[in-house]
């Protein structure tokens, strides 16, 4: 195996360790994302030089798998469908953002979340074209709407989310 390849599979376990972690209590700390990841410390820090960078990592991630999502599941099933599945995955997501939010600093996050709106509202717009062609999507309802409406995911409580949020997105995918 090349160093290239390790060098990614390394990248690339340690992104998912610090997703693992970052919904969990506590901060997160680099030290226990190199144990959950099985890499030494000077692995970690030469792929991110700090928490905040590891963060970003992860937090671009999220959002490409669920622009990449979007997409595929426009291929493979009914808009309707598709649109409820992608919410279960964003609702998922919701849960790693929160953790995203709480490790780093308000500044930080401003800068993080900047190009979301974009990459999600174009995934997302194209769930909603699909389903008003097909005539089971409102016409009245963009990608920035249901944006603001899915931001509910943040603010579910743990101790409620597997009751409250499945239903929750049912509202919101009626």
């Known amino acids: 195996m090349s160093e290239r390849s390790d060098s990614a599979r390394n990248r690339a376990t340690i992104i998912e360790a610090a997703r693992e972690l970052i919904a969990g209590p506590g901060d997160l700390k680099l030290s226990a994302v190199a144990r959950r990841a099985g890499v030494g410390q000077g692995t970690l820090y030469r792929h991110f030089a700090s928490?905040?960078?590891?963060?970003?990592?992860?937090?671009?991630?999220e959002i490409d798998d669920l622009v990449v999502l979007a997409y595929?599941?426009?291929?493979?099933?009914?808009?309707?469908?598709?649109?409820?599945?992608?919410?279960?995955?964003?609702?998922?997501?919701?849960?790693?953002?929160?953790?995203?939010?709480?490790?780093?600093?308000?500044?930080?996050?401003?800068?993080?979340?900047?190009?979301?709106?974009?990459?999600?509202?174009?995934?997302?717009?194209?769930?909603?074209?699909?389903?008003?062609?097909?005539?089971?999507?409102?016409?009245?309802?963009?990608?920035?709407?249901?944006?603001?409406?899915?931001?509910?995911?943040?603010h579910v409580e743990d101790h409620e989310w597997a009751e409250r949020t499945p239903r929750l997105l049912e509202v919101l995918l009626d």
């Open 51 to 61: 928490r905040d960078e590891l963060v970003r990592a992860l937090y671009d991630r």
């Open 72 to 154: 595929s599941l426009l291929k493979q099933c009914a808009p309707d469908l598709a649109l409820a599945q992608w919410f279960s995955k964003l609702a998922e997501y919701a849960r790693v953002k929160r953790g995203v939010i709480s490790a780093v600093e308000a500044s930080v996050w401003s800068d993080i979340s900047a190009q979301t709106p974009g990459k999600l509202s174009e995934a997302l717009g194209a769930l909603l074209d699909a389903g008003r062609r097909q005539g089971v999507f409102r016409d009245d309802v963009d990608s920035r709407d249901v944006i603001l409406l899915s931001w509910f995911l943040a």
